[in-house]
T-cell receptor, first 115, second 111 residues
Framework: GAGVSQSPSNKVTEKGKDVELRCDPI?????LYWYRQSLGQGLEFLIY????????KSGLPSDRFSAERTGGSVSTLTIQRTQQEDSAVYLC?????????????FGEGSRLTVL | TQLLEQSPQFLSIQEGENLTVYCNSS?????LQWYRQEPGEGPVLLVT?????EVKKLKRLTFQFGDARKDSSLHITAAQPGDTGLYLC???????????FGKGTSLLVTP
């Protein structure tokens, strides 16, 4: 497709389980970002990729969170041993290049609910 | 620490009214963007401002970047129900890679 695609769109899991969230960016976009949005909150930065490397992962909240990107394209965000406070919408965005003037194109998000 | 403070947090108005939402910070930004997010969707870029004092218009929406590049405002004239959504400002400090987002202003325009 032409836009950023995320899957699954909804995920309900039990506390303690691992989850994987997938992001397919727009073809040719070298920059990829993961953000988290909780109810009533703005977007919390998690990690940024330029190509396959992650020069900024300062937003990952704990070592239970990890992400990778392969082939300069698809990215996977993994949350291990999920906790209830991990419940949120996880948004992925891609950009043609890194920079504040570059437009971020967002996917529709993956809504994670941890019971 | 929230770098960008948006106000008001919630706003409910009737169709045809004017409104202004604000995005403030103590930090200087090299550029600032405004996004609108509708329920169940990702944010969509409305505008980017890069020069202090810059004013940009997008139909009934007017965006202004403060002279000191620390704040911005969004003014909507004659609001329409289609303007309903979450308005987010995002600033680039050029000191890192992440755009810093505010918590957003949730706008509801009723007919």
């Amino acid at each position: 497709g032409a836009g950023v695609s995320q899957s699954p769109s909804n995920k309900v899991t039990e506390k303690g389980k691992d989850v994987e969230l997938r992001c397919d960016p727009i073809s040719g976009h070298t920059a990829l970002y993961w953000y988290r949005q909780s109810l009533g909150q703005g977007l919390e930065f998690l990690i940024y990729f330029q190509g396959n490397s992650a020069p900024d992962k300062s937003g990952l909240p704990s070592d239970r969170f990890s992400a990778e990107r392969t082939g300069g394209s698809v990215s996977t965000l993994t949350i291990q041993r999920t906790q209830q406070e991990d419940s949120a919408v996880y948004l992925c965005a891609s950009s043609l290049h890194r920079g504040g003037t570059g437009e971020l194109f967002f996917g529709e998000g993956s809504r994670l609910t941890v019971l | 620490t929230q770098l960008l403070e948006q106000s008001p947090q919630f706003l409910s108005i009737q169709e045809g009214e004017n409104l202004t939402v604000y995005c403030n910070s103590s930090s200087v930004f090299s550029s600032l963007q405004w996004y609108r997010q509708e329920p169940g969707e990702g944010p969509v870029l409305l505008v980017t401002v890069v020069t202090g004092g810059e004013v940009k218009k997008l139909k009934r929406l007017t965006f202004q970047f403060g002279d000191a590049r620390k704040d911005s405002s969004l003014h909507i004239t004659a609001a329409q129900p289609g303007d309903t959504g979450l308005y987010l400002c995002a600033g680039d400090r050029n000191s890192g890679y992440a755009l810093n987002f505010g918590k957003g202003t949730s706008l509801l325009v009723t007919p």
